[in-house]
């Protein structure tokens, strides 16, 4: 079962940019699709992005669309989140999760990824 790993958060003004990574530990990162999830104080999970295991199908809310950028290396057992434009609405702890990539873009498009996926994850803060 894998492991994971968030960093790269952190307090940013509006406007800035984050890159957060995900680093997982254990067997078959190459196997699973990454999601990226988010949860804002006082707010449901919210469902960011998807990455298929061989990197060639992306998924985002339209929320981020534009703005975020989704990422792996597989050689790395790592997954990326690139975050540009970031208002105070991404305001959240961010945390990543490996499933399918069916369900991966099911959790995220109606934001009901299981307690079970949901990790420590990392904070980012968009304030002035």
């Known amino acids: 079962q894998l492991q994971f790993v968030e960093s790269g958060g952190g307090l940013v003004q509006p406007g800035g940019s984050l890159r957060l990574s995900c680093a997982a530990s254990?067997?078959?990162?190459?196997?699973?699709?990454i999601g990226w999830f988010r949860q804002a104080p006082g707010k449901e999970h919210e469902g960011v992005s998807c990455?298929?295991?061989?990197?060639?199908?992306?998924y985002y809310v339209n929320s981020v669309k534009g703005r975020f950028s989704i990422s792996r290396d597989n050689a790395k057992s790592t997954a990326y989140l690139q975050m540009n434009s970031l208002t105070t609405e991404d305001t959240a702890v961010y945390y990543c999760?490996?499933?399918?990539?069916?369900?991966?873009?099911?959790?995220?498009?109606?934001?009901?990824?299981?307690?079970?996926?949901r990790g420590q994850g990392t904070q980012v803060t968009v304030s002035l």
């Open positions: 254990g067997f078959g990162f190459d196997y699973y699709a």
């Open positions: 999760a490996s499933m399918s990539y069916r369900l991966c873009v099911l959790y995220a498009t109606d934001g009901s990824l299981p307690p079970s996926y």
């Open positions: 990455i298929s295991s061989e990197s060639n199908s992306t």
